[in-house]
T-cell receptor
Framework: SQQGEEDPQALSIQEGENATMNCSYK?????LQWYRQNSGRGLVHLILIRSNEREKHSGRLRVTLDTSKKSSSLLITASRAADTASYFCAPRTGANSKLTFGKGITLSVRP | DTGVSQDPRHKITKRGQNVTFRCDPISEHNRLYWYRQTLGQGPEFLTY????????KSRLLSDRFSAERPKGSFSTLEIQRTEQGDSAMYLC????????????FGPGTRLTVT
């Protein structure tokens, strides 16, 4: 398995603004997953994008994947205070079942 | 509630004591994972099961740690002779076995070793 590297480490925005978070990885993947974690809670799966997909939407979330650059981005549009959380990406190779997480991105949305 | 559940949610123990945590996965999921998370870090993989078989263990899983999943349903994680460095959030997740299946996490068990 391989670890995703999230960027930036911390992001602070005003409610209503968009938040863009980036993830880079090193080797070929089968899919890449994004998770959210509210303080002191378990992780919540947000979206999974397969290696043959370039973009995926779910509500206010938009994920892109560029396999040539080995990178992905998560865009949250019209952010809300409730989006305040840590966000993790998890690139997944075909052979491994476990997920390997980086340090994540701490997003703060100011009301 | 049909999500992943963990018990207890919090555990405070003294150094040297043994502790056991339980995880109940989503019923149709045949894979079950354990992760550990310390403050400011992402979760670190510990071990995973496919049905009752333990298929992979991390080097993080010292001899003091043991996990079981009898009958392929719930799982237990036991830590013997706890140390202060074991203080962390222990997360359980479950999934189907397909490559594109996401993992669904429980709320975690927060362990504090005093």
């Amino acid at each position: 398995s391989q670890q995703g590297e999230e960027d930036p480490q911390a992001l602070s925005i005003q409610e209503g603004e968009n938040a863009t978070m980036n993830c880079s990885y090193k080797t070929s993947i089968n899919n890449l997953q994004w998770y959210r974690q509210n303080s002191g809670r378990g992780l919540v799966h947000l979206i999974l994008i397969r290696s043959n997909e370039r973009e995926k939407h779910s509500g206010r979330l938009r994920v892109t994947l560029d396999t040539s650059k080995k990178s992905s981005s998560l865009l949250i549009t019209a952010s809300r205070a409730a989006d305040t959380a840590s966000y993790f990406c998890a690139p997944r190779t075909g052979a491994n079942s476990k997920l390997t997480f980086g340090k994540g991105i701490t997003l703060s949305v100011r009301p | 509630d049909t999500g992943v559940s963990q018990d207890p949610r919090h555990k405070i123990t003294k150094r040297g004591q043994n502790v056991t945590f339980r995880c109940d996965p989503i019923s149709e999921h045949n894979r079950l994972y354990w992760y550990r998370q310390t403050l400011g870090q992402g979760p670190e993989f510990l071990t995973y099961f496919q049905n009752e078989a333990q298929l992979e263990k991390s080097r993080l899983l010292s001899d003091r740690f043991s996990a079981e999943r009898p009958k392929g349903s719930f799982s237990t994680l036991e830590i013997q002779r706890t140390e202060q460095g074991d203080s962390a959030m222990y997360l359980c997740a479950s999934s189907l076995s397909a490559r594109v299946s996401p993992q669904y996490f429980g709320p975690g068990t927060r362990l504090t070793v005093t």
